[in-house]
């Protein structure tokens, strides 16, 4: 039996389950409830630093005296320095109020305290990732977080690897990197076996050869690193390599794609964009009526682009959409790559971008999952991948900026040799060669580490968290739709995002849009403070299918080609706590329901 901590507080009396009080002690509380104890981990911290400072050269002597503290000069500074503090604190008053429960739209909400305290220790000795020459305990910090991560979404810790980044931008450019690099080298060596006389490959079997293929010619034939380089296409002039491959082969060199389905962030765009592949090189990959990848397109984008001899060389999965909060079937499209792999002898990269949702794999994926079995399925098949995007700023509850790359694969993540002559690369183990970014904050990681180091990176620790969400989430969609009729909810949200539109039977989607973007506006932070809303559209054709199916629940007319939703992300631990004296559920409920009844 489970032993529960009973409240009194008032009249009411309330019930807290032990493993959920424990969770209120990963974070500070709206008001500030656990300043006392972080208070006093912050003196410490600081008390260490000055210490460290004193203690590590003690016969250097003093550089600023108390004399000098007494100078006009000096204290004129330390006024001036008071007063532009005091200004600042002033107008971060102003800052969107993100440790709120009443926070409930982009996907930012109350960072943890030990992520907090794991940034700040590092802004204290600001180490610089790019080289241990910079960075001690940092790139070790940043070995074990990674490793931490590897282990949360299944890949093998001493096979993958990894870097922190400022974000899921930069870590999805990090792979289509990587994907188009390795594209490059095998078809480099396809290429001299061709020369060779070795006619089993096209262009498109060339560049997707794979790694085994790839070692066994560069053995046979003994082609070093640079007689590679002929054919490298990230190597010489790219102009000229094209035409010279086109010989070789006797077939028009087409460029290779990018299958990336069309509920995509649009981090993407900017990746294909700085790839230099042209845009056209960018496939959308239909959605399905849940907003999810639609596999019959996937297959059919293969078809095509094997038919137009387009190498496809990477596919990407989205675990979390940044609109819907969907998952798409990773595991059937892992599936599906491994069918072509049998069939075509083709190797495909298959990227899983969970920038958002990656940290779900901490959730319990038992019989008793609170997840449906297609979103465990989904998310049991990331390991098999070739690399993944994880954003720990997002429901890793950790401060800007840290995002993660991970890759399966050593070799595919150390792929550049690349070298800066004046910094020092330990060994090929070193990262700052392979990083987009140069200089890198060790914060991002360090913070990571502490959290999955007191929090834990499973179901009793995040996994606890984000189930609360999800619950929370469930709650306040029950609770929305009781409201009012008029409350269209997106049917199938399966983690933490709700989202909605408000509309009338029969009516234009026209005319809800303009009604729903109001009843946005009404919830602008510059009109009031109640709750802070986001919103999004979903176009077509990207979501044809959804819009379709949705909006078809209110026999809607279509006379436009975007549907404007309401997005509500319920990050915030405390959204359902019971012994608040407001009910947010019910309390943005009822502030909801009073702006739409004004534009109904
Ligand atoms: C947020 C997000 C990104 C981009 O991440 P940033 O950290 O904002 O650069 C990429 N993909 C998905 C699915 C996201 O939700």
């Not at 053995?219 to 190597?235: A, F, G, P, V």
């Not at 995002?403 to 002559?421: D, I, M, Q, V």
């Not at 915030?572 to 706590?577: K, S």
Request: net charge neutral; proline share 4%; with cysteine.
């Amino acid at each position: 039996m489970k032993v529960h901590n009973t409240l009194v507080e008032g009249s009411k009396k309330i019930d807290c389950p032990p493993d959920e009080v424990a969770l209120k002690s990963f974070f500070l509380g709206p008001q500030a409830e656990n300043a006392n104890w972080l208070r006093e981990l912050l003196n410490e911290m600081f008390d260490a630093w000055f210490e460290w400072r004193r203690a590590l050269y003690p016969t250097d002597g003093k550089a600023i005296s108390a004399t000098d503290k007494e100078m006009p000069e000096f204290i004129e500074n330390r006024q001036r320095i008071k007063r532009n503090v005091h200004q600042l604190l002033r107008r971060f008053q102003n800052e969107v109020p993100s440790f709120s429960p009443r926070y409930i739209g982009h996907m930012l909400t109350e960072v943890s305290m030990p992520a907090l305290i794991g940034h700040i220790i590092t802004l204290l000795h600001n180490p610089n990732n790019i080289s241990g020459e910079s960075s001690r305990v940092g790139i070790v910090i940043e070995d074990e977080a990674i490793n931490d991560l590897l282990k949360m979404i299944g890949y093998e810790e001493n096979l993958g690897s990894g870097h922190f980044c400022s974000g899921g931008t930069i870590a999805n450019i990090e792979a289509g990197l990587r994907a188009r690099d390795r594209f490059a080298r095998w078809l480099a060596v396809g290429t001299i076996a061709r020369e060779h006389g070795n006619t089993s490959f096209d262009i498109l079997k060339a560049g997707l050869m794979g790694w085994k293929t790839f070692d066994r010619l560069k053995l046979e034939l003994d082609i070093s690193e640079t007689e590679l380089h002929k054919y490298h296409l990230l190597h010489g002039n790219p102009a000229f390599i094209f035409r010279e491959i086109s010989t070789v082969f006797k077939e028009d060199y087409a460029g290779p794609v990018f299958l990336i389905p069309q509920n995509k962030h649009y981090s993407w765009n900017k990746c294909v964009d700085m790839l230099g592949l042209g845009e056209e090189a960018f496939k959308g990959v239909k959605t399905d009526e849940k907003g999810r990848l639609c596999l019959d397109d996937l297959r059919n984008k293969l078809e095509e682009s094997i038919q137009h001899r387009r190498p496809p060389i990477m596919v990407v999965s989205v675990a979390g959409t940044t609109e819907l909060g969907e998952v798409d079937p990773i595991d059937k499209v892992q599936a599906l790559l491994d069918e072509y792999e049998q069939k075509y002898g083709i190797h495909i990269w298959h990227h899983v971008d969970a920038a958002y949702g990656g940290f779900m794999c901490s959730i319990d994926r038992s019989e008793n999952s609170i997840l449906s079995k297609d979103i465990v399925n989904a998310l049991n098949a990331i390991q098999y991948a070739n690399s993944t995007t994880i954003d720990p700023h997002k429901l890793g509850y950790v401060p800007y900026a840290s995002g993660a790359f991970l890759c399966k694969h050593k070799r595919e993540y150390f792929y550049r040799k690349s070298n800066a002559p004046y910094i020092n690369f330990v060994g090929t183990a070193e990262r700052g060669p392979q990083t987009i970014e140069g200089s890198r904050s060790a914060a991002g990681a360090v913070s990571t580490w502490l959290t999955a180091r007191t929090i834990g990176l499973d179901g009793n620790g995040y996994g606890k968290i984000l189930e609360r969400t999800i619950k929370s989430r469930v709650k306040l969609e029950e609770i929305l739709r009781d409201s009012n009729p008029h409350i269209r909810i997106f049917p199938h949200s399966t983690t933490n995002i709700i989202t909605f539109c408000v509309a009338k039977e029969n009516e234009s989607i026209g005319l809800t849009n303009k009604r729903t973007l109001k009843v946005y506006d009404a919830f602008s932070p510059d009109e009031n403070h109640d709750f802070f809303v986001s919103k999004t559209t979903l176009k077509r054709p990207e979501y044809n299918l959804l819009i379709n199916k949705f909006t078809a629940n209110w026999n809607a007319v279509h006379d436009t080609k975007e549907l404007v939703l309401i997005r509500l992300v319920i990050m915030n631990p405390f959204f359902d706590t019971k012994e608040n004296k407001i009910d947010y559920p019910l309390e943005f409920t009822n502030k909801l329901n009073e702006k739409i009844t004004y534009y109904l």
